[in-house]
């Protein structure tokens, strides 16, 4: 079995190949440079050219705030590169992981959304990822849609490593408290991908780790467990201002990885402590 993955510069997918190859599942991982997602010819050649079993795209313009001043790019990479590589995988019957996010979600409410509620999007990057979401569901028949939130691992700048830098040059912040969710670790969340995507229990899912807080409650975590000296004032999301809007409720429902026979990932104050002894190590091993 060779799997495609996508987006392997970022966060998620360095951890899911190093998932793949802790298991000796073999994978098949093209930088940007390397594969052009956007570039529809590009994608049918490579698909041409490799012996492709399956699928797991993590690749995905995140910058939601940029988002709002280029859509076009926003769109092109995450709406019309997934409807490239939907194309191919349900011209070759095969598997298609999407990972997708909260965004699709309007926020509002305090209930946990499941997989089926009602979508609304607020912002570009929200509705680009719902794009991406259509053009699987009308273009595949097996296909996992995975919808995370609040991500952070190793690889790249995150929640965490923002909060850490700022303990380091400040002495107090204010984070927003009014934003509801779940952080989602990518070593945690790799493993469940990578048990998924060997199975065909198509469909869509929500996958974060456990429990839910606010942003101020998660910066307030991180600091605590990393033992800085930083003081953590609340603000609203209005107050603080942001460009894009952001959904006030980031709750997802995990009933359907449930259903499925999936296991939920341990608690994000687990995941959050188990990341800083990861990353402090990796400062370690860098000196």
Not at 67 to 92: G, H, K, M, Q, V
């Amino acid at each position: 079995m060779s799997i495609f993955v996508t987006g392997v510069g970022g966060q998620l997918g360095h951890d899911v190949i190093a998932e793949l190859y802790s298991r000796g599942i073999d994978y098949i991982a093209p930088t940007h440079s390397e594969l052009d997602l956007c570039d529809r010819g590009a994608v049918l050649e490579f698909f041409q050219s490799n012996d492709i079993h399956a699928v797991m795209h993590c690749a995905a313009y995140t910058a939601v705030d940029k988002a709002e001043s280029e859509p076009d790019l926003c769109y092109a990479i995450n709406a019309d590169a997934t409807a490239f590589i939907a194309e191919c995988c349900a011209a070759r019957d095969i598997p298609l992981m999407y990972i997708s996010t909260d965004y699709v979600f309007p926020g509002d409410g305090d209930l946990p959304y499941d997989v089926d509620s009602e979508k609304g999007p607020l912002g570009v990057y929200g509705k680009s990822k719902l794009l991406g979401e259509e053009a699987i569901l009308r273009l595949c028949s097996k296909f996992f849609i995975v919808r995370i939130s609040w991500v952070f691992g190793s690889n790249g700048s995150n929640f965490v490593k923002t909060i850490l830098r700022l303990a380091d040059t400040k002495d107090s912040i204010k984070v927003v408290d009014d934003q509801i969710g779940s952080p989602t670790y990518t070593r945690d969340l790799s493993v469940l991908l990578c048990d998924m995507i060997v199975t065909d229990k198509y469909g869509i899912y929500h996958a974060t780790n456990e429990g839910f807080c606010s942003f101020n409650e998660f910066a307030k975590e991180i600091v605590r467990l990393s033992g800085k000296e930083l003081e953590i004032g609340a603000i609203s999301t209005a107050d603080y201002g942001a460009v894009a809007a952001r959904p006030l409720n980031s709750r997802l429902s995990k009933a359907s990885l449930l259903e499925a026979g999936f296991n939920t990932l341990p608690t994000w104050q687990d995941a959050l402590s188990r990341y800083l002894k990861e990353i402090n190590q990796n400062a370690m091993d860098r000196t």
